[in-house]
């Protein structure tokens, strides 16, 4: 893998997530572009499936990166997240120097609490010299974890650096790119908050989403795409629990395509809003009547114009 140089303006940053088949909006490649620039981190918030997580992969594909991942939940904690110690090893040497007879005590701590022993997890190892410069770093759903993860990570972000009581400080030679995800289930504390740049990913507009489509799925015809972009938009503005994402909006493309759909009908559509909703209760309010009613909105809607004669 070959690092790529940064981008220097945001129609550089543009072209590269263009590249990766990411469609961005102007204000998403402006932040990317600061954030790269400044050396900072980048907190992207919105609703699950909008595409935070695919940006990191993306930055890291197209600019030749290592992708490392922390995925976040209830629970997480230094050793799953920065480093923990290799203790079966560590135990081992210590039988062994036992063993072979008399321990110099302060000699044999030194050798059990060496780089030798240190297993890394996801933000050490991101912070470690890497051969393609430094990797891209996803925190992923940060939300998930507790506040006192949160007021640990201050330090990663400020400083790039954590400390490891029997080693000292480790810094990072080069700052690693920080994408920090959030689906905001709860709010992330304001002193993170001012270490990150900030942007909301939101649901894309109509023709964004089907340029996505196009993008993703080309294997969807120029109807269905744009049939199914006007159902899923109509969609959003019911009153559902969880209205879909655009990560929906392209299973439900592949889905229909699979059933060899050239456009949509009433029982397609009420066969497959499993793939779109995730909640019976918002699959059952748009069964019957709802469906159709949407579905004769978007046939006016995406009916093509006649040409003048």
Known sequence: MTATALPQSIDEMEALLSRGDYVADRSLSTVLFLALKMGRPILLEGEAGVGKTEIAKVL???LGRSLIRLQCYEGLDVSSAVYEWNYAAQMMAI???EAEGAVERSKLESDIFSER???RRPILEALSPNVTGAPVLLIDELDRTDEAFEAYLLEVLSDFQVTIPELGTVKAPSPPIVIVTSNRTREIHDALKRRCLYHWVGYPTAERELKILRTKAPQASEKLSAEIVAFVQ???KQDLFKVPGVAETLDWATALVEL???ALDPKEVTDTLGVL???????QKMQGSEIKAILDEIKVTTKPEKSPK
């Not at 909703?277 to 699959?283: C, E, F, G, N, T």
């Open 60 to 62: 890291a594909k197209t």
């Open 234 to 236: 109509a969609l959003r």
């Open 277 to 283: 909703l995730k909640y019976q209760d918002d699959i």
């Open 95 to 97: 039988r062994l120097t």
């Open 260 to 262: 060899d759909a050239v």
């Open 117 to 119: 022993y240190l297993v």
